[in-house]
């Protein structure tokens, strides 16, 4: 039938096409009629997300460098449960390791029936390497790591209203917070082919750069061993006055730089989430800056200081001091209610006296100049300092509907109203430093990755005062200080300050029995190169001890003495060579 | 078979080999030409595939280092934290100072 060479060779080639057009059909079906479809298939099983484990945060140092704030490596843990072969001893082994209950574990890793094929699951989040490397050693495919931070606090709960925290969500109280924009680091994350061990493929990688971006190191104004010296001794006052909290602010009136600030109560900024837990956000605001309060007579100073520098009284200006007042319905006595006669302003600040301010703001500055000098000081208005919650204090100004002639006679002794010891730091700062109100500040510098230094310059707010009227107040103050409150006097050195007891108002009125503390000061006199605010609240103690003068003027002292042979300021003696 | 026959048969012959000798020179070109190619555009996919791994496996390898740094970092700031020092301090017999003495050095 098959004759020949030829025919053979034809019926070959025939069979041979044949067999090859069933192929050559399905290329043209899968390569042109299903392409679309099988390519996105083949791109869903390949493509996936990755990146490179995320970049540290920036981390937080003192003025000396001593580190603050740092970064832990730790891992998240994960599982493919569908890929768990016995999930009972899995459970079993894991449950000691990630410090879960097991039953708690068996139930996460519990497949559903309904589920899907594929299904991941969080078991626990922040394990230590140490824990990981147990977790790689049990060699099982289905557990997954994934590299991550802790932030790590140095010095526990030492500054922990000035350095805060950030929550997942990105929320957070402090510095931290407020400077989250530059501390952040993290990862770049791309979608694309990968391969068999998640490794993006080779084209992926000239499609951009991947490398994690670290944080933005700062370096804050704080020190911490000034820092570390006020926590303690606002824990032994708080102890030894029985008081509720308190705060006490160090800052350099020279240049606004916060040196220390410490509040009670306070928290410990790694277990936020526990006290979040049991609502006691309360904790996370920071007294200093988040809290306003009625400052009391250490508020005099602003009333004397504008007094002065408006030119309406002079140093020999005198009033006679009846032992009361009474302007816009409201009487106004002295704290003491005694009668003191003839007296100055160095008799006012000496002997606290209400009806002398009183009769300042009332005789002799006028609402409006008075208010004019109370926001020149910044009261009113927040300071700009870099941190979550600043809180403006509360001024009523003759333009508000709840303005009274009232508030022109009792606000310049610090009653009626609110002012954050910030505030109140800021002020005093401007008389300490010639008139010059330095912006309050807590950033020192930004570290960038790329190696960049940037320093935040200090930053003038204003002259409220002039350098004349700055330098009587100082003197004036230093003088009440050598005569009526030696309690706060520093041996060696030259110092200024001003006591105040504020009573706590309560709904109708004020709180018979419970007061706020004050001193604030500076020193040394002259060219002071620190002033220290210090607020005790609620002190249980005797009645005739609750003063400021008896309880936070020791600590001011205390503190002043410590601070300046910290900061290595000789005393005055020294300064003034042998 | 006449001459003129052999003639024609012959050449015919010679300028079909020829020509099939050509084709398969020709052939064989693109073939090695197509095989040295593909063999430099493989060399050069699988130098970038492994470059690119290397790369990847060095971007991990600087993550690892970057967290170890960190690590050590946090340890040296726990080992230099105040109440770590203290306690050494206090262990190697040193008490806080009860009073500070200053000397005053003149300008020589």
Known sequence: MLHGPDTRQRLIAVLLIAALLPILGQLVRLQVLEHSQHQSEAETLVRRQYALPEAPWGVIMDRNGDLLIGNVPVYDVGAEINM????????????????????????????????????????????????????????????????????????????????????????????????????????????????????????????????????????????????????????????????????????????GEILAVASRPNYEPHRYAEYAQNGETMLFLDPAVSIAYEPGSVFKIVTVAAALDSGRVDMNWSYHDLGHLEYGGVPIRNSDGAVYGQQGLQGILDYSLNVGVATLSTRELGADLFYKYVRAFGFGQTTGIELTGEARGIVHLPSDWDWSDSHLATNPFGQ??????????????????????????????????????????????????????????????????????????????????????????????????????????????????????????????????????????????????RVLTLMGVPPSDLRAGP | MSVLWQQKTHGVLKRKEKMQRLLAQLLLGVVVITTILAGIYLTLVASNVHTARRLWAMEHEIANVIRDNQALITEIARLSSIPVLQERSVALGYRPAESIDYLYLGEP
């Open chain 1, 416 to 561: 009626g109203i609110a002012v954050t010891p910030l505030q109140m730091a800021m002020a005093t700062s401007a008389i300490a430093n010639d008139g010059v109100m330095m912006q309050p500040r807590i950033v020192a510098e930004r570290h960038y990755p790329d190696g960049r230094i940037i320093p935040i310059p200090a930053h003038e707010l204003g002259r409220p005062i002039s350098a004349e009227t700055a330098r009587a107040v100082t003197e004036m103050m230093a003088r009440s200080v050598e005569t009526v409150a030696k309690v706060a006097q520093v041996p060696g050195y030259r110092v200024a300050g001003k006591s105040g007891t504020a009573q706590i108002p309560t709904t109708g009125g004020y709180d018979p029995q419970q007061v706020v503390a004050s001193y604030v000061g500076f020193g040394p006199v002259p060219n002071p190169q620190v002033v220290i605010l210090v607020n005790l609240d609620r002190p249980d103690v005797p009645a005739n001890m609750r003063w400021g003068i008896h309880t936070a003027a020791p600590v001011f002292q205390k503190v002043m003495a």
């Open chain 1, 84 to 255: 768990i072969t016995d999930t009972v001893i899995a459970a079993s082994v894991l449950a000691p390791l990630l410090n879960r209950p097991e039953e708690e574990l068996l139930a996460t890793m519990t497949l559903s029936e309904s589920a899907e094929t594929l299904v991941w699951r969080p078991l626990t989040n922040h394990v230590p390497p140490e824990t990981a490397q147990k977790l790689r050693e049990l060699n099982w495919p289905w557990i997954t790591l994934s590299p991550t931070w802790e932030r790590y606090y140095a010095e526990g709960a030492l500054a922990c209203h000035t350095l805060g925290f950030v929550n997942a969500d990105g929320m957070g109280y402090g510095v931290q917070a407020f400077q989250l924009r530059f501390l952040r680091g993290g990862s770049l994350k791309r979608v694309g082919p990968v391969s068999g061990d998640t490794s993006p493929m080779p084209d992926e990688l000239t499609g951009g750069n991947l490398t994690p971006y670290p944080g933005t190191d700062l370096r804050l104004t704080i020190d911490r061993t000034i820092q570390a010296f006020v926590e303690g001794a606002l824990d032994q006052a708080i102890v030894d006055y029985n008081a509720v909290g308190g705060t006490i602010l160090v800052m350099n009136p020279q240049t």
